[in-house]
């Protein structure tokens, strides 16, 4: 058996509550623009997991915006996003210690998210959680986002780890997929905007973090058996 050796951490719905901030920031980016059509929550939930273009082409389309470029949204959309993180972001409750406790277990941590490199370092230093990570893997870093392996493949070459040695933690089914293709285990955090996706049997709350930190580590290990 290979020793458990590292984790590799989805952002955005799994650490933190910014896919929430996302969502408002673009409904300020489509009222910004002068969209048709405002963007339904249902219709957002759909697009949670996807890549960052896909996401924003499907906006503008749905809300009267098909003649505004990927460019031109992003440019809006990130300046709302980033005045939101700056006041509200949050860790999910038990993160920082569980972070903090798999990093005293001597445990390579790494950060593996569709969002962009400017989106995920201001986040880690709103919330102080950079110290304990090993590095980051950006949509700015991959030509395939999730669910290609590609992600996760270049998170084990940054943490210099092989597939067997690292578990993912995941909360959608791109980004499970995602690091499966990639061959490792997963735990999924459910949370009330990804109830449509098929996760892992192995899962925590986005709420039970703190009260399942030593059980979640337990998780871990049966992920990375699995």
Known sequence: MTQLRGIAWDLDGTLANTERLKYRAHLAAVETMEGEWRLTADAYLRLVGTSSRLAVTTITHTCGLADVTYEQYSEIWLGHYLKL???????????????????????????????????????????????????????????????????????????????????????????????????????????????????????????????FKRSFHARLVNAHRA
């Open 85 to 211: 993180l700056d006041t509200e972001v949050r860790l999910h409750p038990g993160v920082p210690e569980l972070l903090s406790f798999l990093f005293s277990l001597g445990l390579r941590q790494v950060i593996v998210s569709s969002s962009s490199e400017r989106e995920i370092m201001r986040v880690l230093e709103l919330t102080k959680i950079a110290d304990v990570m090993h590095g980051i893997v950006s949509a700015d870093d991959v030509q395939h986002p999730k669910p290609h392996p590609e992600p996760y493949l270049l998170a084990l070459d940054r943490l210099n780890l092989l597939a067997s040695e690292v578990v993912a933690v995941e909360d959608t089914d791109a980004g499970c997929q995602s690091a499966q293709s990639a061959g490792l285990g997963v735990v999924a955090v459910k949370h009330d905007l990804n109830t449509t996706h098929r996760l892992p049997t192995q899962h925590v709350t986005d709420t039970g973090l703190l009260a």
